[in-house]
């Protein structure tokens, strides 16, 4: 009677342990499934994306045909949207639509009367860039961008007057459809984007050679914070 209530506990005993290792197999089965989830969830670089963009230019000027012209860089804003189309999944194409401000600010003397000048340009700018993404966390990118002028407006201001003169630009000797080139870095906190990059025109202002104001290029550097839609 002591042997079968011995082997009965005996049997009992493994029983349960073994049932308990099963049940610890599929916690672990199910954990790693889990896991290789949220893996694919957070690695988007497979699906198409929209998303909107904001931040700002730190941009600048350079005479393209006069090294004594200087200027000082300005801040201007940036806002708009973009399309992420995959090409596989380390390769993509990314075309945006951007309000983007640009521009350059000048101070000097002349005859002893300090100044201060500032150009204020608006652009509606289109980068076509192609995207390369090594991980799901950052992204690099370069391409051309059309950049078009909207609207230019330069503000003089010196010691003598007590106000600032305002002046809407208009002149058809400038260009306004602008090539540029771009290239830079978007870092992935899906569904938010941190993107820094530079720009600088390939074309300068100078439509015909008549303008009399700098044939300069504009230069720029743009940090911008984005949301993505999946």
């Known amino acids: 009677m002591k042997k079968t209530i011995l082997i009965i506990a005996v049997v009992t005993l493994m029983a349960n342990y073994s049932g308990a290792q099963q049940v610890n197999v599929q916690q672990n089965n199910n ?16 699906m198409i994306q929209l998303g909107i963009k904001v931040g700002f230019n730190y941009s600048n000027v350079y005479d393209v045909k006069s090294e004594d012209f200087n200027a000082d860089p300005k801040f201007g804003w940036v806002a708009g949207g973009f399309l992420s189309i995959p090409v596989g999944k380390y390769l ?20 002893g009367i300090n ?13 076509l860039l192609v995207q390369l993404k ?34 809407e630009f208009e002149n058809d000797n400038i260009r306004k459809n602008v090539l540029c080139f771009l290239g830079g870095f978007d870092f992935n906190f899906d569904p938010l984007l941190l993107g820094l990059r530079a720009g600088w025109d390939i074309q300068n202002n100078n439509g ?21 839609f999946l």
């Not at 950052?138 to 003169?165: C, H, M, W």
């Not at 008549?210 to 993505?228: D, E």
């Open 31 to 46: 954990t790693q499934e889990n896991d290789d989830s949220q893996n694919d969830v957070s690695d988007s670089r497979e």
């Open 92 to 111: 993509g194409f990314q075309p945006e639509l951007l309000f983007s401000q640009k521009g350059y600010r000048a101070t000097g003397s002349v005859l």
């Open 115 to 127: 100044y201060e000048y500032t150009s204020t340009t608006n652009y509606i700018d289109v980068p």
């Open 134 to 167: 090594p991980s799901p966390y950052i992204t690099l990118l370069a391409g051309p961008q059309f950049s078009y002028l909207v609207r230019q407006k330069n503000v003089f201001a010196n010691d003598i007057l007590s106000g600032e003169q305002e002046q």
């Open 208 to 228: 015909d050679g008549t303008s009399t104001v700098p044939r300069y290029k504009n230069v720029w550097y743009q940090a911008t914070i984005g949301l993505r």
